[in-house]
């Protein structure tokens, strides 16, 4: 209980940032499911989403305390703000490479996005709960397992494997339906985008923080699934 009061004293800043952000994922949360409490059944089924996104808040700070007691990562730091809009925009070459390369040949479905304007909401707040469910949770069990087995191999060493391992979760995920139904070739691209979508994304967690993780995903969301998924309608169906 020492360390953990140690820690929250310590790294203070970090700790109000993430609630803070926490509080507004909430509040988004909440606005959408009383708009429409539907909205998030294709991601969570029939789970309440006011329910699972406490969890993820909770989970996502208990991770990310482990990361930050190791020293292994942070949350946020006010110097890497400089940069930040720069780093977010690289994020728009992976959506124009599913936009261009898939999507005009083999369109996804029709529904795959949530429509404006309650996108502009909902794709904060989703990707959100996908940082922490596919990155920040599995890269914390996975590190601590593996540093408390491997004691005579360097952290930093570990860390770059469990990046690699973690980077393939969401793409492995995402890509498990397109391989049963869909052209292979699309299926291999979206998956080697994701892949590299979400190496970037936990680069630049590690050399950054998480913030600027989160606002990578929000600026290829932004062109991808708000700006794309309202023009894709009218050009493809």
Same mark, same amino acid.
């Not at 993820?56 to 930040?84: C, D, M, P, T």
């Not at 977010?88 to 999507?103: C, E, H, N, R």
């Not at 494997?161 to 995402?174: A, G, K, R, T």
């Given at each position: ?34 708009? *429409? ?65 898939? *999507? ?6 029709? *529904? ?96 950054? *923080? ?28």
């Amino acid at each position: 209980m020492t360390k953990i009061k140690e820690l929250i004293s310590r790294e203070r800043s970090q700790y109000q940032v993430y609630i803070g952000l926490s509080v507004g994922i909430l509040m988004l949360t909440v606005i959408l499911h009383l708009s *429409d409490n539907l909205l998030f059944k294709r991601f969570i089924g029939g789970i309440n989403p006011l329910s699972a996104s406490f969890l993820i808040v909770l989970l996502g700070i208990i991770s990310l305390s482990v990361l930050l007691s190791k020293g292994w990562f942070k949350i946020y730091k006010k110097e890497n703000l400089k940069g930040l809009f720069l780093r977010s925009s690289l994020a728009v070459l992976f959506a124009l490479i599913t936009i261009l390369v898939v *999507d005009l040949n083999v369109p996804f479905p029709a *529904d795959m996005n949530v429509l404006f304007p309650e996108s502009l909401l909902f794709y904060p707040a989703i990707g959100f709960f996908v940082e922490i469910f596919f990155h920040v949770l599995p890269l914390s069990i996975i590190l601590i397992s593996l540093t408390s087995i491997f004691k005579n191999i360097s952290q930093e060493k570990i860390i770059w494997f469990c990046i690699l391992i973690v980077s393939l979760l969401e793409p492995v995920y995402q890509t498990i339906p397109m391989f049963s139904s869909g052209p292979l070739w699309a299926a291999v691209i979206v998956l080697l985008n994701l892949f590299l979508f979400n190496l970037s994304q936990l680069f630049i967690f590690k050399r950054y *923080d998480f913030i600027s993780m989160y606002s990578f995903r929000l600026a290829y969301y932004l062109i991808w699934h708000i700006v794309w998924g309202y023009m894709r309608l009218r050009m493809l169906f």
